[in-house]
């Protein structure tokens, strides 16, 4: 029994008809069908009508069929075929060409061989390989794609992990819904005598004495949806320090979180003796004046410094007062003072006139710091510091007479104009010393004081000229 009878009876049983028999068969069985000759020109072609993609290949025939090949796949072609010249009975197995035509159109193409009997001809019946070939390129580009998406998260993660770490507030990342930690930083997880492998991913409950999951999750989103920033105050189950817990909700991919800085509230630990010393030293010898009012700018405490500013005898004279009461403009700077604070925390400088119980004055400098206290209450700490050399204070005095001189000159009208008339005149005056306010505020800077006012530029510079004020510069 030969070889080619094993192959038969092992792949095939029953009675197929004779392909000669069948209608068409070569144009259907395949996308393509070429015949090569002994010499190796195409001898004939055939492309299957539902293979449009192929086009039309009438002029391959009496031309050499490896002149539209790639040349490695010349190579792979005539190894096949000397290997069946070689041996008769040699079944070649499904070849894979690379096709190039008009110099710049490719395809692929898997063929199978066939020898014709009674000659040295081959039929290739092949099939597109294209629509493969596409849909592994569209593979091979999203590979691509989504491991460049990876290494970018890595980058992110990394920098994100590095900014964590690096900062000295210690802060906890939280899953609402589990009340599990997310993530913490090093200088959270020593205030509460862990470590942030140890805490990552545990309950949060759990760090802490005395609270079951629901009620602290409970407690920590009452704090973050109040309008003024709350703290939760806790006791660390590891080490028993006392610390408070300030939430902040924020969102990330659909999902709700919160960040919360912790704050020992402990004061052993926050501040020794010999700090706390210092610090009250501090406050009673420095030449600065020092003022520390509630979140409304009513003073609770002054240091020396600011009675003597103030011509205060004693503390009781100045608390329980609002800051405005010192304050040449009043509840115009105190407004402006609160409201820049409130949003970025501190004031770095703010330059206006403080007046005394007896009517000086002295050009100063402010600068303010939003202060938590025990229990997530907040003050304010005003500095004040006495920058008044004649020719500023002077400058800044004569500003303040003419809008006291252009106020008595209105109430002077009374009886000669309508009140009407009075309440315009007061109007412009009242309007003239904010917007003077606002741009002494913004360094001159137009566009800020614009902004500030909640005017448009244009509508800032209409009232610069209105007022006189359009010559004392700006930065645009």
Not at 113 to 135: F, K, N, S, T, W
Not at 278 to 301: N, Y
Not at 391 to 419: F, Q, R
Request: net charge negative; hydrophobic share 40%.
């Amino acid at each position: 029994m030969t070889r080619e009878t094993r192959r038969s009876e092992r792949l095939s049983a029953g009675a197929l008809p004779d392909p000669a028999h069948v209608d068409n068969i070569v144009e259907h069985a395949s996308d393509i069908a070429v015949l090569v000759g002994e010499t190796g020109d195409v001898e004939g072609i055939s492309v299957n009508p539902e293979s449009p993609s192929l086009g039309c290949l009438d002029h391959w025939v009496g031309r050499p069929f490896e002149n539209f090949l790639q040349p490695e796949s010349i190579e792979k072609l005539r190894g096949r075929f000397a290997a069946m010249r070689a041996d008769p009975e040699f079944a070649p197995l499904p070849l894979e060409l690379n096709h190039v035509d008009n110099a710049t159109w490719e395809f692929p193409v898997r063929y199978s061989l066939h020898r014709v009997e009674g000659g040295h001809q081959v039929l290739l019946l092949g099939r597109d390989m294209q629509p493969i070939a596409e849909v592994q390129q569209r593979l091979l580009a999203e590979q691509q794609a989504r491991e460049r998406d990876q290494q970018k998260l890595r980058g992110e993660q990394t920098f994100y992990n590095v900014v964590l770490e690096a900062s000295e507030t210690p802060l906890v990342l939280i899953e609402i819904e589990k009340g599990r930690i997310r993530d913490i930083n090093s200088a959270g997880a020593a205030i509460l005598g862990s470590t942030s492998d140890t805490l990552s991913g545990s309950s949060l409950a759990q760090a802490f004495e005395g609270r079951r999951r629901d009620e602290l999750m409970d407690a920590l989103k009452t704090a973050a949806s109040a309008d003024e920033l709350k703290g939760v105050e806790l006791v660390a189950r590891r080490n028993g320090r006392v610390v408070s817990l300030f939430p902040e909700f924020f969102r990330a991919a659909g999902e709700l979180y919160m960040l919360c800085r912790i704050v020992s509230v402990d004061d052993s630990v926050t501040a020794g003796p010999e700090a706390a010393q210092s610090l009250a030293l501090l406050f009673a010898s420095t030449s600065d004046a020092i003022v520390l009012t509630d979140a409304k700018g009513v003073i609770r405490d002054a240091n020396e410094a600011f009675l003597v500013m103030a011509d205060a005898a004693q503390l009781r004279d100045v608390r329980d007062q609002s800051l405005a009461e010192f304050l040449v403009r009043g509840t115009v700077d105190l407004k402006l003072m609160l409201e820049s604070t409130v949003k970025k925390s501190r004031l770095r400088s703010y330059s206006t006139q403080v007046k005394s119980l007896v009517g000086t004055r002295s050009t100063v400098d402010v600068s303010v710091a939003r202060l938590r206290h025990q229990g997530g209450e907040f003050g304010l700490g005003f500095v004040i510091r006495d920058v008044s050399p004649s020719d500023a204070m002077e400058g800044d005095t004569a500003s303040a007479m003419v809008s006291e001189d252009a106020m008595k000159s209105v109430m002077d009208l009374v009886g000669t104009a309508s009140l009407k008339e009075l309440v315009s005149a007061t109007s412009d005056v009242v309007e003239k010393m904010c917007i003077e306010t606002a741009v002494q505020l913004t360094g001159n800077n137009r566009v800020a004081a614009a902004e500030m006012l909640g005017l448009s530029r244009q509508s800032l510079y209409v009232k610069l000229r209105k007022h006189g004020l359009i010559n004392s510069g700006g930065d645009d």
